[in-house]
């Protein structure tokens, strides 16, 4: 393929991105269909993950499947074929190699999508292959590492206050990472503002300038050959090496420990810092694979601030999320995955009613191009944000709708949604969504049950159980339940750790109102207050090592969100120290330990924050908070088995504070 004719091709293939990423898949799917070349074969295969990946379906999962089989194998023959030389200032022929890796690793994270270890471990065979592509091809386009690419006070490698967990792309602090567009010969390496209405009007993605032209006074850095500026392709090459390395390296960095250590049969250690590096010279080129670059990076902000708990420089994390999702969306204002994103940072910057708003706007009929999965994925978030809000009904509504978009999983928003009704007192609504949810369990992936499925037929059992030992007719056992089961859900969501004082204190209310009075005092309990929107709904008494765990676990959680960090710990020891009677809820010990981490470092970072301690004394502080942090997390998953409910979300959650634990650590000079 000639040079002209493969611009003319890429073009054409940059329209159909901008398709999808304007939420037109139909529109994209057909621009890419009926060709033969890598760039249409890979957006084929890429749309199909995309809605996969948003969806979670079945047999959305399988199509992606397909798809990417074929792309794989369609671009494995250009790389094959003859290339003709002098196509751009890089090895002839390594653009169709990098697409043909890039399928290799989107079939891979097809298998992660099912959540267990078995997808898990296809996903890591999968990469394996992919791993020495991604090598050669790194030490090709970046022989000399990607410092030319960084301004070298800004790499992540050197920035103190975020080391391995954060990458900047705002030039607002010293740790900021900057960004080269090398437009000319001698391009100056820039930022990423945001996006204003004086910038360009859009261009493709494959070929279209993604990034502003300014040029702030940083260290000049130059094409590897200044003779030959870049084009298209050049741009492709870099920004597609750099994404699908960074996308590798955080990718494995992210499995589970147990999967993670096979990764060492292959010879293979992932460097999340090396990757979030990557990712971020990837956003600042000028090919599609910033616009990915740019979503896997905000995906990855939004999790680090929803899952970890603290973080060693929340300011700094929340502003360089900021940065990626204000650019983005203002230029695409019309995609799901913008609209999602921008509600996401509104809820991680405590604004969650400012969040609702994005959320509401964004599923209105005015915006006519759209598609399923993406609406889902904002019916999902706006879901968990009105739970958080205790707006029970509009939650539950809002969980059931989503039945309505996908089919993945259907017995866990009937699950949630049966608790928010629980928590209305609606209990026949509530008994009729349970009793729907066994015939729903029998969607799975990959054959394997659903680890969020699992939970679900354990808590049922559990409260049919209790309903029988109690003498009652064991067909109205939403009349056992203690607790809201959406609420005990949102604690793997970590959903207590952006709300208001005043939804913490109806919890504290309702939580602690229950029978037997807890042996731990809160000194924020009003009992005189009605905690319930039920106004009818007796007392809970509970009667289980498994109950009387739960209630002092989100009494911990809770307490902390209003600072009372002595109350909080009190209540997770005591969660703790019911982990040997438990039968059923055996997450809950080593869930308390992970939360009794959090509230090692959250204790003293407030401690910081009101500036009563300063240099040495605070200094030893934090020594003290980090080693005791450090052992809790290593007794959460000392207790974890391969039984533990919903382990590997806990295990990410383990691996992100790790992270948050040794970038503090590097900012405070702690060894």
């Known amino acids: 393929m000639d040079l002209d004719?493969?611009?003319?091709?890429?073009?054409?293939?940059?329209?159909?991105?901008?398709?999808?990423?304007?939420?037109?898949?139909?529109?994209?799917?057909?621009?890419?269909?009926?060709?033969?070349?890598?760039?249409?074969?890979?957006?084929?295969?890429?749309?199909?993950?995309?809605?996969?990946?948003?969806?979670?379906?079945?047999?959305?999962?399988?199509?992606?499947?397909?798809?990417?089989?074929?792309?794989?194998?369609?671009?494995?023959?250009?790389?094959?074929?003859?290339?003709?030389?002098?196509?751009?200032?890089?090895?002839?022929?390594?653009?169709?190699?990098?697409?043909?890796?890039?399928?290799?690793?989107?079939?891979?994270?097809?298998?992660?999508?099912?959540?267990?270890?078995?997808?898990?471990?296809?996903?890591?065979?999968?990469?394996?292959?992919?791993?020495?592509?991604?090598?050669?091809?790194?030490?090709?386009?970046?022989?000399?590492?990607?410092?030319p690419y960084l301004s070298p006070s800004s790499a992540i490698s050197d920035a103190a206050s975020h080391g391995s967990t954060t990458t900047s792309l705002t030039g607002s602090s010293s740790s900021s990472v900057s960004n080269s567009s090398f437009s000319s010969p001698a391009s100056s390496v820039t930022t990423l503002p945001r996006s204003t209405s004086s910038e360009p009007k859009k261009r493709g993605f494959l070929i279209g300038r993604f990034t502003s032209t300014s040029s702030p006074a940083l260290t000049e850095v130059h094409p590897p050959d200044p003779s030959k500026p870049d084009n298209p392709i050049d741009d492709l090459i870099i920004a597609g090496t750099a994404f699908g390395y960074g996308l590798f390296n955080l990718a494995f960095s992210l499995l589970p420990k147990r999967v993670q250590s096979v990764v060492g049969l292959f010879g293979f250690k992932a460097d999340r810092k090396l990757g979030l590096n990557a990712l971020t010279v990837s956003a600042a080129r000028n090919d599609t694979h910033s616009v990915f670059a740019g979503l896997v990076l905000m995906t990855y902000y939004g999790v680090v601030l929803l899952l970890s708990g603290f973080h060693a420089n929340e300011s700094d994390t929340l502003k360089e999320y900021q940065s990626l999702v204000d650019r983005v969306y203002d230029r695409y204002p019309n995609g799901a995955l913008w609209i999602l994103n921008k509600a996401k940072l509104l809820r991680m910057s405590n604004d969650p009613e400012a969040a609702i708003n994005v959320l509401e706007k964004g599923l209105k009929p005015e915006r006519q191009i759209r598609y399923d999965q993406g609406d889902s994925l904002l019916v999902f978030e706006l879901a968990w944000t009105l739970l958080g809000q205790r707006r029970y009904e509009e939650a539950a509504k809002s969980f059931l709708r989503i039945t309505e978009l996908n089919t993945w999983s259907h017995a866990t928003y009937y699950f949630v949604a049966a608790g928010c009704y629980w928590s209305l007192g609606n209990y026949e609504e509530s008994q009729r969504l349970f009793d729907a949810i066994p015939g729903l369990l029998e969607k799975k992936i990959g054959g394997k049950d659903l680890p969020t499925e699992v939970f679900i037929k354990k808590k049922i059992a559990f409260y049919q159980s209790k309903q029988k030992r109690l003498g009652k007719k064991e067909a109205n056992f939403v009349e056992a339940i203690t607790f809201n089961p959406a609420?005990?859900?949102?604690?793997?969501?970590?959903?207590?750790?952006?709300?208001?004082?005043?939804?913490?204190h109806l919890h504290i209310n309702e939580w602690y109102s229950t029978l037997p009075p807890h042996k731990i005092s809160s000194p924020h309990s009003s009992p005189s207050e009605n905690p319930s929107p039920s106004k009818s709904k007796d007392l809970a008494v509970l009667d289980t090592p498994d109950e009387f765990a739960l209630r002092s676990l989100l009494l911990g959680i809770i307490h902390r969100t209003i600072k009372d960090y002595s109350t909080s710990r009190a209540y997770l020891l005591d969660a703790h120290s019911y982990q040997n009677q438990i039968t059923n809820s055996t997450w809950i010990g080593s869930v308390s330990m992970f939360e009794l981490a959090v509230l090692d470092l959250k204790e003293v970072e407030a401690v910081e924050m009101q500036g009563n301690e300063m240099g040495q004394a605070l200094r030893d502080k934090w020594q003290s908070a980090i080693k005791s942090a450090g052992q809790h997390v290593d007794k959460a998953m000392a207790l974890v088995t391969n039984s533990t409910d919903l382990s590997s979300r806990l295990d990410m959650r383990v691996s992100i504070l790790r992270d948050e634990i040794g970038s503090k650590k590097a900012a405070l000079g702690i060894v």
């Not at 901008?18 to 890598?38: H, N, S």
């Not at 089989?69 to 671009?75: I, K, N, S, V």
């Not at 609420?487 to 913490?504: K, P, V």
């Open 5 to 147: 004719r493969e611009l003319a091709t890429l073009s054409d293939a940059s329209n159909a991105f901008g398709r999808l990423f304007e939420d037109d898949m139909d529109g994209g799917r057909a621009l890419f269909d009926g060709k033969d070349d890598p760039f249409h074969l890979i957006g084929l295969g890429t749309a199909a993950f995309l809605e996969a990946a948003l969806g979670l379906e079945a047999h959305v999962i399988e199509e992606a499947n397909r798809a990417l089989g074929l792309a794989e194998a369609g671009t494995r023959k250009f790389t094959k074929q003859t290339q003709v030389a002098g196509n751009h200032r890089f090895q002839p022929g390594i653009e169709w190699e990098i697409i043909n890796a890039h399928a290799v690793i989107l079939l891979g994270l097809v298998h992660a999508l099912s959540e267990s270890y078995v997808g898990y471990l296809q996903c890591l065979y999968a990469l394996n292959s992919a791993h020495s592509k991604f090598t050669k091809l790194f030490k090709s386009v970046f022989p000399n590492g990607l410092d």
């Open 487 to 504: 609420e005990e859900l949102g604690a793997f969501w970590n959903n207590y750790a952006r709300i208001s004082d005043t939804i913490a």
